[in-house]
Structures are given as C-alpha cells and as structure tokens.
C-alpha cells in the first residue's frame, strides 16, 4: 500500500452542474478531467477534485476545500478580479480584500462557490 504516492482526491457537493463546472473551470481555472452520470473530475494540481451532484444541496457555514498559496493577497486580488467576492466575517478583522492576518502571520481568505461551498486561501 503506497498512499503517499498516490492522486488525493477531495469531494464537494453541487446542486447546479453546469454553473459549478463553469466556477471552478472557468472562473478559478481548473480543467475537467472526466464526468460520468454522477459528477465530474476536476484537476487540481497533482490531486483531483470529485464534483458531485445533488439537487438540492446548500453548502454548510465551514470551510470544504481550500488551497495553501504563496501569497493571498495576490491570489485574492486575481479572484476579485474574475468577479469572485471574497467573504468579510464581522468582527474578524480582516483587510479590504477580505484577508485575515492570523496571530503568528499566516494569511487566510474566505469565498464561496456558486452552491454555498466555502473555500479558503492560507498561506503567506
């Protein structure tokens, strides 16, 4: 057994196919690997994402993927600029682009997906 070699996959839950592959392809620009009657495969980096549907899921208030990037504040400014609006908390304190400074320095930025998914951006 050789997990440590092995694709990680995540799975997220979609309620609106279409405008959820148009999300992650389109707006955050992830490739779709595969689909089949049940979801899709989206690629991300050396993992996979397993996008399924379900009619009527809603996303829950706690993050469900996110990614470790070297600068959020870059990569939230790109987002906005492709129309995704990152969340600004009450009271969290975070900047104008909504990037929240941790007490020992890490950076962390909140969105969601079209379905309610809350993803996240941490890093530096």
């Known amino acids: 057994m050789?997990?440590?070699?092995?694709?990680?996959?995540?799975?997220?839950?979609?309620a609106d196919r279409e405008r959820a592959i148009g999300f992650y392809c389109d707006t955050l620009g992830l490739a779709?690997?595969?689909?089949?009657?049940?979801?899709?495969?989206i690629g991300n980096g050396k993992g996979?994402?397993?996008?399924?549907?379900?009619?009527?899921?809603?996303?829950?208030?706690?993050?469900?993927f996110g990614w470790d990037v070297d600068d959020v504040r870059a990569v939230a400014q790109a987002l906005g600029e492709r129309g995704v609006k990152l969340t600004i908390y009450d009271g969290m304190g975070q900047d104008e682009l909504g990037v929240w400074t941790?007490?020992?320095?890490?950076?962390?930025?909140?969105?969601?997906?079209?379905?309610?998914?809350?993803?996240?951006?941490?890093?530096?």
């Open 2 to 14: 050789d997990l440590q070699s092995s694709t990680p996959v995540a799975f997220l839950y979609v």
């Open 32 to 41: 779709l690997k595969s689909s089949d009657g049940f979801g899709d495969f």
């Open 48 to 64: 996979l994402i397993r996008m399924t549907v379900m009619p009527d899921y809603k996303g829950g208030p706690h993050p469900v």
């Open 102 to 124: 941790s007490p020992d320095g890490a950076k962390v930025a909140w969105f969601n997906d079209p379905d309610g998914n809350v993803l996240s951006l941490s890093g530096g």
